[in-house]
């Protein structure tokens, strides 16, 4: 059974950073891409950062230069660190799991809250 399990949101004043993780377990971590994605209040769900399976990162434009993704496939876990946190970074932040064979994954979410 696949499960994937963030951690690390919480409450952050503006200008914060935070680091969130992933935990996976049930799948052969080093050969799926691993992403997040976030839930913005009042808005759909979008894609801010992947890392490939051989460790390649991508970020969405409007998050680039303060979100870095990476992956510690020793240990089966992939993290978000943010810096320079803004409110509107408030959201669910959501990680998931994709291969495109064996399909995609999703965690249940962890959130974060930026405000002073």
């Known amino acids: 059974q696949v499960q994937l399990v963030e951690s690390g949101g919480g409450l952050v004043q503006p200008g914060g950073s935070l680091r969130l993780s992933c935990a996976t377990s049930?799948?052969?971590?080093?050969?799926?891409?691993m992403g997040w994605w976030r839930q913005r209040p009042g808005k759909q769900r979008e894609w801010v950062a992947g890392?490939?399976?051989?460790?390649?990162?991508n970020y969405d434009d409007s998050v680039k230069g303060r979100f870095t993704i990476t992956r510690d496939n020793a240990r089966k876990l992939v993290y978000l660190e943010i810096n320079n946190l803004k409110p509107e970074d408030t959201a669910a932040y959501l990680c998931?799991?994709?291969?495109?064979?064996?399909?995609?994954?999703w965690g249940q979410g962890t959130q974060v809250t930026v405000s002073s």
């Open positions: 890392i490939t399976s051989l460790g390649v990162a």
């Open positions: 998931t799991a994709y291969h495109a064979r064996l399909g995609n994954a």
């Open positions: 049930g799948i052969v971590f080093n050969i799926w891409d």
